[in-house]
């Protein structure tokens, strides 16, 4: 006859098998499962150029175990152009912003807003009292240059020499050489940027300022394009001397849009011109949302120090951004006469006054 049972030996050791197995389980449980006693999900929104990064950086420090007083941290990074952000949080606001047009409905407010400048911030703040966000502490950092291709900035005596902005609205302006453009200002802030240096030398044509602004305009409104990626494909496509001439010969760029156009190796690379005094860099605030819950805002609190790290600074680097400082991580490689350090905006982006615009523009 058959044995129903097994054998006491092979029992003894099943069951000491399940007492390990299931303490071991027991035990993970109790030092990972539940450590926490509850859960908090954090929504972040950053600008394109850098919204894979942080997200990156979000999903190490959450594999890492984020936690704050007790609750564990989940975060949700999207890619939001600004300009979209702005509208939703416009309307949420009850009001308009010049030139940023109405909000899509599929535009969700954040949370976190990691914009490329502060001047979103300061617009919204200007239109809208009750708008308040806090931290505001830069994350990255891409100065706004003067783009022109290499051919016609040797013209210009670049590197070794650079011009003034008087001397580049007098160009833009009166000469018939160069062909300006801009990326719509009211819509990016590198061009609105370049936008605010350029009516500054304006402003200091004495009695002829009123003209010089308008010739400004009027230049920059031939070459004017809704977005940078319609703005780049208009610098010449070909190293012949009519396709250069033809082409667009100076527009107001982020350093790391330059960097990323000359990375594809185009048959014309892009000069990077620092002229002084510096424009207002990309800044890419932090800022936390208003009305956002205590725990979600140590949350981010939290996250934004792990955005400080060594490691989210060299993410940075390799894609042509630098640190809040102006220093570039590993792997960053500044254009052609660009600084080892770039000038920082110095400040946090909520709760400063708008910057001082040209007449022509408003908030």
């Known amino acids: ?54 997200r990156a950086t979000a999903d190490q420090w959450v594999a890492d175990g984020a936690a704050v007083g ?27 912003l010049v030139g940023v047009g109405g909000a899509s409905g599929s535009t969700a407010i954040p949370d976190v807003w990691i914009s490329d400048s502060s001047i979103w911030l300061q617009r919204l703040g200007a239109a809208a009292p009750g708008f308040t966000p806090t931290d505001g502490g830069s994350i990255a950092l891409s100065p706004v240059v003067v783009a022109m291709p290499e051919p016609i900035a040797k013209n210009f005596g670049w590197p070794e020499k650079k011009p003034g902005w008087a001397d580049m609205l007098q160009q833009i302006t009166t000469g018939t050489d160069l062909r300006a453009g801009i990326v719509e200002p009211t819509r990016d802030a590198a061009g609105m940027s370049g936008l605010l240096s350029l009516g500054a030398a304006a402003s200091a044509a004495g009695a002829n300022a009123q003209q010089a602004q308008t010739a400004a305009l009027r230049a920059l409104a031939v070459g004017r394009s809704a977005v940078r990626d319609d703005l780049t494909a208009k610098f010449p496509q070909a190293a012949d001397a009519a396709s250069i001439a033809s082409g667009l010969s100076v527009a107001a760029l982020s350093e ?32 936390v949302m208003p009305g956002t819950d ?22 940075l680097g390799a894609l042509g951004l630098r640190a809040p400082d102006g220093t570039g991580g590993t792997g960053f490689a500044a254009p052609t006469g660009g600084p080892a ?23």
Not at 70 to 89: F, H, K, R, S, Y
Not at 294 to 315: C, I, K, M, V, Y
Not at 342 to 358: D, E, N
Request: charged fraction near 20%; hydrophobic fraction near 45%; glycine fraction near 8%.
């Open 1 to 54: 006859m058959r044995e129903r049972f097994p054998a006491t030996g092979a029992l003894a050791a099943a069951v000491a098998l399940i007492v390990v197995v299931g303490g071991a389980w027991f035990g993970y449980r109790e030092l990972a499962g539940d450590k926490c006693s509850g859960q908090v999900k954090l929504s972040v929104a950053a600008a394109p150029e850098v919204a894979a990064d942080v």
């Open 70 to 96: 007790g609750v564990c941290v989940q975060v949700d990074v999207g890619e939001t152009n600004p300009v979209d952000l702005a509208a939703a949080l416009a309307a949420k606001h009850g009001v308009a």
């Open 256 to 287: 790391e849009d330059v960097i990323r156009y000359n990375a594809k190796k185009p048959p014309v690379p892009l000069a990077a011109i620092y002229i002084d005094p510096a424009p207002v860099p990309l800044d890419y605030p932090y800022a």
């Open 294 to 315: 205590p725990d979600r805002t140590a949350a981010a609190e939290a996250l934004h120090q792990a955005l400080n790290g060594a490691g989210f600074r060299d993410r």
């Open 341 to 363: 350090t770039a000038a920082s905006s110095g400040a946090k982006g909520a709760g400063r006054r708008p910057p001082t615009r040209p007449r022509w523009t408003r908030p």
